[in-house]
Every structure is written in C-alpha cells, then in structure tokens.
C-alpha cells in the first residue's frame, strides 16, 4: 500500500510540476503580453550616422517605440568589456572582461555576474545568441545558451550572421535572442566612421533588421516581442575609445506591445540611460529575478501606462500625458 501510495504521488508530481522550458518569471511581468525580447547591437551605431542614413526599418521601430540617442556606453568604449556589461548589468570592472581580443586561454572564462542568458535560463526561458566576432564565446557558460553561433573566423559579415540568427529564430522561436551585426564596426576600422562606406554599412544593416523583423511577423511573434536596438559603442577616425563622446554615444531604441510610441526620453531632462539598463530593463520585462546588485536600472518610462512626471516651472510636478508628437501641455 505504501509503495503504490508513493508511486501515486510521483506521477502526481510529474504531471503538474512545470515543463522544462517553460515561462515561469519569479515577478509578474509589467507587460503581460511581452513574453519574449529580441536584442539587436549593431556594433560601432555612432547616432549621429544612424541618422544621417536611409534607415527605414530602423526608423520605424523608433517612430513607433521610445527612444534615445544620448544614450552611453562603458567609458571603455570597446566591443567586449562593452557587451558585456550590457548583458549583465555591471560595470567592465565587476564582470572582469577587461580585453578586447579573442586571447588563447588555457581554459575558458566567463564573466564574473551572471549574464542575461543565465538568469533567464534560471526563470524558464530559452535563450539564443547569434555573434559576429568570435570572441563573443566569452558569454557561452555552459548551459545558459540554448542556440549560439559565433563565426570561426575573428569576425565575419553581417548576412552570416543573419542567416544563422534566422535558422534559429525560424526553429527555436527563443525567449530571449541577442543578435550582434558586427560590420558598421569592420567598416569603421578599415575606412573610418563618417565615411560613404560607413554610411552604406549602416544602411545594410537597417536591411538586416528589416529581414529580423519581416521573420517575427511570419512566425507571428511580433505581438509578444519587445524589441530592443542598441549599439556597443561608436568612433572617430578609424577607431573607438575610452571617455571620447564620439565612441561612447550609442542609440538606445525599445519598440514593442505596451511601449510608448514616438517618445524621445530626452524629454526626461534627469534620466540618463547607459548601456547597463538593457540588461535590468530586459529582466524587469521578462518578470526575470536580478540576484545581486548591478549598476543598470529599469527603464520604467518606455512603458505606456507608466505616468510619467515632470517638475514644471513653480516646481510642481505634473504628469507627461500628451501624445509624444505633441508638446507637454497642448
């Protein structure tokens, strides 16, 4: 009788526990329909050259999404120790990637924080990373990336990145995808950024995100994805570098179901948004539980039901309910 009152209750277990893989975010999500992020850093995005180009797919998702592009980098400024924060929060001196090189390391190292891919892991999402540069490895803790691909060259193009991205994004449909266009960067290096040729990078990799979002449309995920477009760093010259305002300028575009449509956050004169609130933003979305402290903060602004107060002149404040195409107050 015990035995088969043991074997009752297992198979009771077994058949309400949660499935492997499922969605099971330790907080409510502050956008029930958000169920899924798609993180898109073109490398190198100076913002003053975004605009400057013909970017329709690009321009679509900031017309139609909240915005900034003031944004700031690590005082790095370089790829690596860039991303890196960006995906765990921190700052290049607590995650420990200081280099920026694919280094022959006697075994592999990880970052010293966890990663988004990890806490998203721990909350029952599927993770997928799609890189142009081989030492995006760094990221790939066993067991935090479903799907990955890194080029087995030191860095490749974009449409090699995109077909993999697609492949796994057209299989897998991830939870929470970062794809990283490395060729604005490659272009830089070699014939400058403000260049003809810099310009057309980044008009190919507007084409490239156009392909990403033509994909979430047919698999039809558009409607449960929020989409966030970002940048490591920029450069002048043929390069990129610590505290220079021309490499540590990135746009910051968030564009999805709940989000505010047509808002600059520069309008919020005391919010300054740094590469760090990708990863707290991104969690905080996704219900996803952050384990230790980190210097990235939620973006709550970009949320269209977030009311969001301005001290006006007479130092009361008042709340910025006006359409984003509209000053406050008309």
């Given at each position: 009788?015990?035995?088969?009152?043991?074997?009752?209750?297992?198979?009771?277990?077994?058949?309400?526990?949660?499935?492997?893989?499922?969605?099971?975010?330790v907080n409510p999500r502050p956008v029930e329909q958000?169920?899924?992020?798609?993180?898109?850093?073109?490398?190198?995005?100076?913002?003053?050259?975004?605009?400057?180009?013909?970017?329709?797919?690009?321009?679509?998702l900031f017309e139609g999404g909240t915005y900034t592009f003031w944004?700031?980098?690590?005082?790095?400024?370089?790829?690596?120790?860039?991303?890196?924060?960006?995906l765990t929060g921190v700052v290049p001196e607590v995650h420990a990637i200081l280099w920026n090189a694919d280094l022959p390391l006697d075994k592999p190292v990880y970052p010293n924080a966890p990663t988004l891919f990890e806490l998203a892991k721990k909350a029952g999402y599927s993770t997928a990373l799609c890189?142009?540069?081989?030492?995006?490895?760094?990221?790939?803790k066993p067991g935090t990336i479903d799907w990955g691909y890194y080029p087995a060259t030191l860095t490749c193009e974009n449409p090699e990145v995109v077909?993999?991205?697609?492949?796994?994004?057209?299989?897998?449909?991830?939870?929470?995808?970062?794809?990283?266009?490395?060729?604005?960067?490659?272009?830089?290096?070699?014939?400058?950024?403000?260049?003809?040729?810099?310009?057309?990078?980044?008009?190919q990799s507007d084409e490239c995100v156009g392909q990403l979002l033509r994909a979430l449309d047919e698999l039809h995920l558009r409607d449960s994805t929020m989409i966030l477009l970002t940048a490591d760093h920029g450069g002048a010259g043929r390069t990129h570098g610590p505290e220079d305002p021309r490499s540590?300028?990135?746009?910051?575009?968030?564009n999805g179901p709940g989000i505010r449509k047509g808002f600059d956050l520069t309008r919020l004169g005391d919010l300054d948004v740094e590469t760090y609130d990708t990863f707290t933003t991104t969690c905080q979305m996704l219900g996803?539980?952050?384990?230790?402290?980190?210097?990235?903060?939620?973006?709550s602004q970009i949320l269209e039901q977030q009311e969001l107060l301005q001290p006006p002149v007479g130092g009361h404040t008042q709340p910025l309910t006006a359409p984003a195409t509209q000053p406050a107050g008309s």
């Amino acid at each position: 009788m015990t035995h088969r009152l043991t074997a009752l209750f297992l198979l009771a277990v077994t058949m309400f526990a949660p499935r492997a893989g499922a969605q099971t975010p330790v907080n409510p999500r502050p956008v029930e329909q958000v169920r899924r992020v798609l993180i898109i850093s073109i490398d190198g995005l100076r913002p003053d050259l975004l605009l400057r180009a013909r970017t329709p797919n690009i321009r679509a998702l900031f017309e139609g999404g909240t915005y900034t592009f003031w944004a700031r980098t690590t005082a790095a400024s370089i790829t690596l120790p860039s991303h890196v924060s960006m995906l765990t929060g921190v700052v290049p001196e607590v995650h420990a990637i200081l280099w920026n090189a694919d280094l022959p390391l006697d075994k592999p190292v990880y970052p010293n924080a966890p990663t988004l891919f990890e806490l998203a892991k721990k909350a029952g999402y599927s993770t997928a990373l799609c890189a142009g540069k081989s030492k995006f490895t760094i990221m790939a803790k066993p067991g935090t990336i479903d799907w990955g691909y890194y080029p087995a060259t030191l860095t490749c193009e974009n449409p090699e990145v995109v077909t993999q991205a697609l492949a796994i994004l057209r299989e897998h449909k991830p939870d929470v995808m970062v794809v990283h266009l490395p060729s604005v960067d490659n272009v830089g290096h070699a014939k400058g950024w403000g260049t003809p040729e810099m310009t057309a990078a980044i008009e190919q990799s507007d084409e490239c995100v156009g392909q990403l979002l033509r994909a979430l449309d047919e698999l039809h995920l558009r409607d449960s994805t929020m989409i966030l477009l970002t940048a490591d760093h920029g450069g002048a010259g043929r390069t990129h570098g610590p505290e220079d305002p021309r490499s540590r300028t990135i746009p910051w575009i968030v564009n999805g179901p709940g989000i505010r449509k047509g808002f600059d956050l520069t309008r919020l004169g005391d919010l300054d948004v740094e590469t760090y609130d990708t990863f707290t933003t991104t969690c905080q979305m996704l219900g996803i539980k952050i384990e230790r402290r980190v210097r990235g903060k939620f973006i709550s602004q970009i949320l269209e039901q977030q009311e969001l107060l301005q001290p006006p002149v007479g130092g009361h404040t008042q709340p910025l309910t006006a359409p984003a195409t509209q000053p406050a107050g008309s």
